[in-house]
């Protein structure tokens, strides 16, 4: 499912974290997303608190924080767009899908 397809949907999620390195080449894709995404996210979903975090030296990798505190993040590091916006899709589907998805999902 594309990231906008569950958007569309209605949001499983409370908040997205966006943490990358400003000028690391392992982040260029996320870095490249989220300047060309950003703004169709907050248009489909005002309410909806998009954290875009910078640091030396972080690893590429999306937060997305579900009712009831939990969170599950996903490194993303070296991944293009296509892939980010995969990723960002399993992650808005829902706490309980991700749990189905096994290894790779930091919960």
């Known amino acids: ?3 906008q397809s569950a958007l569309a949907k209605g949001l499983a999620v409370t908040e997205l974290r966006f943490i990358m390195c ?3 080449a ?3 894709g996320l870095r490249s997303f989220v300047k060309e995404a950003y703004s169709e996210v907050k248009v489909m979903n005002p309410s909806l608190p998009l954290l875009v975090r ?3 030296g972080a690893k590429a990798t999306i937060l997305a924080r579900y009712p009831a505190g939990k969170e599950v993040s996903v490194q993303v590091e070296n ?3 296509k892939n980010i916006g995969t990723s960002l899709g399993r992650l808005l ?3 309980e899908a991700i749990q189905r998805e096994g290894p790779g999902w930091s919960v």
């Open 26 to 28: 392992g982040s260029q």
């Open 79 to 81: 991944f293009d767009k």
């Open 1 to 3: 499912m594309s990231w």
């Open 93 to 95: 589907q829902g706490y």
């Open 54 to 56: 910078e640091s030396a």
């Open 22 to 24: 400003p000028s690391g």
